[in-house]
């Protein structure tokens, strides 16, 4: 038993498996415990039976898996797009103090800036259909993926670049081959938990839809986002447990296949 109590200790997979069925288990059973017995209103908090009834409600009559892939699409362009901009602007700030200076004035206020904020101005600029809620979901992520790459290439112990100049190596061959290989495992964890930051930005992104969630093509569709907010106002809070179910079963299979590739690509890393 005090091996699960130690300090910075370690645990088996088993054992780390062991605890999180528990803990799972746990809050299953709470949630049992308040719906069943009545002490909790149903429509504060739903039976997890009347939960799972939800989907197949929302599968055929709100085109839940079409409204998923398109979830899925923007917050995987808004991702793709915030790496294209915050990998190399990170670097570069990360490499060239005088580069950092210029950004920073701009890159450091963002991050108090409150996403929601934009909503009203992106729809002027954007309209309202899948560019708003990408472009939304770009800046939401870009803003505070850019600063985690600069942290990322600044920890990169300064003995490699002293032994690149030492060999004759230019500036650009130093970042090149030193300073982003060095910095990529930790940039690549970097990029994965900006992927859970956009899941959390999603229902922002969708509240307005450009496209009818039961009708049209897939990139047409509302998404995850738009079904919450419409389950919201019809006061189906069974349709709410269940479409966040989904978006945390999405992200977190998301979040494991990112962990899987860091392991396979950055092997070295953990020898």
Known sequence: MSRFFTIRGTLTNRDARFISLIGIFLLLSVW????????????????????????????????????????????????????????????????????????????????????????????????????????????????????????????????????????????????????APAALPTIFEALRVMNAIGWTYIILAEAISGGASGSGGILSSGGLGNLIIVAQKRSHTDQIFALIITILVIGVMTDLALRWTNKKMFFWKEN
Request: aromatic share 14%; net charge positive.
């Open 32 to 179: 049992s415990l308040f719906s069943y017995s009545g002490w909790a209103p149903k429509l504060i908090l739903p039976t997890p039976t009347a939960v799972l009834k939800a989907f197949p409600t929302l599968h055929w009559e709100h085109a839940l898996v079409r409204n998923a892939v398109a979830s899925f699409y923007r917050i995987t362009m808004g991702f793709l797009l915030a790496s294209i901009v915050a990998v190399p602007l990170g670097i570069t700030m990360g490499a060239f103090p005088s580069v950092k200076a210029f950004f920073r004035p701009l890159v450091d206020p963002l991050r108090f800036l409150p996403i929601a904020a934009l909503v009203g101005l992106f729809i002027v600029w954007f309209g309202i259909g899948n560019a708003m809620k990408i472009m939304l979901l770009f800046t939401g992520i870009a803003v505070y993926m850019t600063p985690l790459i600069v942290e990322s290439v600044e920890g990169v112990d300064q003995v490699y670049l002293s032994t690149s100049y030492t060999l004759g190596a230019s500036k650009w061959q130093v970042i090149c081959h030193v300073l």
